[in-house]
């Protein structure tokens, strides 16, 4: 598969510049080509000149004109010219850049290559804690890294998901406490992790003003962690009561993994790996506690296991990625998880190269989801329960899709909604940036028009009713055997942005952010459909029209594989 219009252009103005200055070694410049900012700069840009001009002493534009005078013939490029102090302007060939958009129609991929081919990466996202109810704020790790596990995997690298689930520790003495003195048997069987969470945050309530129920609730923790079979039987209740429920919220999302191994999976292998971690000399004893000290890495100390004997997170984390390594192998591994973790993960991170441990690790960190009024706080009990936000995006989208198209049987109706609600509400995460915080609003999250799923879905929708249309008026005829022309400056103007696709999903990876091709597909969207209101389409002459529609299902085709990136569904109307 050939590269990205981007890698082609930067590595034929490599050569260009060697020609024009052969004593130079384009190496120790960053020469790189991207896409121009505004029409009349070209399509793409090269600003290398500048910096490369420094080091001749020579004016950047003397240097940018050098460069083009040397520069070799290169299919596709019509012209070259230097703009302001030294920019390379890079205009294509339009026949060129309309055969390439016709290769697009036949390409399963969009011109995407597959780097990651032969490379394994390990990536740990939504991981909620057992025995309390997901809510609006384990929205961010989930589709984030949904979306990321998407976009590897269709890049080629063989993705590990992991769902590394919060199932031991302290708050389990605390629910045991309260399963035992405050349960509400039919609430459990109506529904159970709500009741884990009633009674959880009960018990929680009266620990904090109870010292004796504190120490009640270590008791009993400590007898879990002993192997009591009754309190170990009552823990695999919890867990399994909470998988059944997460598993129904994921199914609704689109989202599977690969493995779901919580804290518990990594718990025998913590005083071995403690041992391990005195043997090297990376843990030494701190006032009773096992501390790792960083200061090599500018990082304070971090403590591995308590003065009590406890074993933290950190110990759990060293443990996990010494167990992915035995057993998968990655060169890399990719944590998403919210802001508040950067100092266990930098310290985590840290640990690791000093454990000798050559994988890449990766933080992937994100604002926080907040309501108007606050942070989300279990113990507070001011949360938005999941289920009660997708369920109130799926009633809001159906209301939308009824006054839209009345005459859809009602299923199809269903359907569609379900579609467009899941699909707004992912998208008013995705199309952020993932280091915003995030202020969650009804509004905001449901929107069905401007920069959101429903107005991409819905001209995905409105390409193939042009299509349908098509058909039916010219039943003899067939689009797809008729080449592209690139007439008005509308039509160029989509097939650039459809070559463009092929830089956007490996940029969207390498920047871990699918926010990345958020913007790109509300761009593709915007420019077709002022496309689609200043031209005729199915009017239009024998051969321009159907060159028209023809462009227009390439488009349709990026809009739905970007789409299925971020986890979004495309129904074929609305």
């Known amino acids: 598969m050939k590269e990205s219009v981007d890698i082609l252009l930067t590595d034929w103005m490599r050569l260009n510049f060697k020609a024009a200055f052969p004593d130079i070694d384009p190496d120790a410049f960053k020469i790189g080509v991207m896409p121009a900012t505004q029409p009349e700069f070209g399509d793409y840009q090269c600003n290398a000149a500048m910096a490369l001009a420094k080091q001749l002493k020579m004016p950047p534009r003397s240097v940018a004109t050098k460069i083009i005078e040397h520069a070799a013939k290169m299919d596709g490029v019509a012209k070259m010219d230097v703009a302001g102090p030294g920019f390379i302007n890079i205009f294509l060939a339009d026949g060129w850049l309309a055969g390439e958009v016709t290769e697009l129609a036949e390409d399963p991929r969009i011109g995407v290559s597959s780097p990651g081919a032969g490379h394994a990466v390990i990536i740990d996202y939504s991981s909620p804690n057992v025995a309390k109810p997901m809510h609006i704020g384990h929205i961010r790790s989930t ?163 308590k003065s009590d004997g406890a074993f933290n997170y950190l110990a759990t984390d060293i443990a996990t990625v010494v167990s992915r390594m035995d057993e998968f192998k990655p060169e890399k591994m990719i944590y998403v998880t919210d802001e508040r973790q950067q100092l266990h993960f930098n310290q985590l991170f840290a640990i690791c190269r000093q454990m000798g441990i050559n994988v890449e690790l990766q933080h992937v960190w994100f604002g926080l989801m907040r309501l108007p009024q606050g942070t989300f706080s279990t113990r507070q009990g001011n949360v938005i329960k999941l289920t ?45 940036n993932p280091q915003s915080v995030v202020t969650f609003s009804w509004d905001k999250a449901l929107a069905l028009n401007g920069n959101s799923s429903p107005y991409l879905q819905y001209t995905y929708a409105r390409i193939r009713s042009v299509e349908n249309k098509y058909f039916a008026a010219f039943p003899q005829k067939d689009f797809h055997s008729f080449d592209i022309l690139l007439k008005e400056p509308q039509e160029r103007l989509l097939a650039l942005y459809l070559l463009r696709f092929a830089e956007i999903v490996p940029l969207a990876a390498q920047l871990y952010k699918p926010s990345v091709i958020a913007d790109y597909l509300y761009q593709l969207a915007a420019a077709y459909n002022l496309f689609y209101q200043n031209v005729p389409f199915l009017k239009a002459p024998d051969g321009i029209r159907e060159s028209r529609v023809r462009l227009g299902s390439i488009i349709a085709k990026t809009l739905k594989h970007g789409l299925q990136l971020l986890g979004i569904d495309t129904p074929e109307r609305i």
Not at 159 to 182: A, C, E, K, P
Not at 418 to 431: H, Q, T
Request: hydrophobic share 40%; proline share 2%.
């Open 388 to 432: 009660k936000l997708l369920d109130e995006a799926e009633t809001r989208a159906l209301a939308v899709v009824r006054e839209i198209n009345p005459e859809m049987p009602e299923a199809e109706q269903k359907e569609v909604a379900r579609a467009v609600g899941i699909g707004a509400v992912k998208y008013a995460d995705l199309s952020q």
């Open 143 to 305: 589709v984030i890294g949904n979306a990321l596990d998407r976009l590897f995997r269709f890049l080629g690298y063989k993705v590990i998901s992991d769902n590394h689930l919060g199932d031991w520790g302290t708050q389990f003495g605390i629910i045991i406490m309260g399963y035992r003195h405050f349960l509400d048997q039919n609430a459990l069987q109506n529904s159970p992790v709500e009741e884990l969470e009633r009674i959880y945050v009960k018990s929680y309530e009266k620990a904090s003003q109870d010292e004796s129920w504190m120490n009640q609730c270590r008791q009993e923790l400590v007898k879990l962690q002993d192997g009591d079979r009754e309190n170990t039987a009552l823990w695999e209740q919890f867990v399994k009561l909470s998988m059944t429920e997460f598993d129904k919220i994921y199914r609704r999302l689109g989202v599977k993994f690969d493995f779901v191994r919580g804290e518990s999976f990594y718990h025998g292998h913590l005083s071995q790996l403690v041992e391990s971690l005195k043997q090297k000399k990376i843990i030494r004893e701190s006032e009773g506690a096992l501390v790792a000290l960083l200061d090599d890495s500018k990082l304070p100390p971090a403590i591995v296991q």
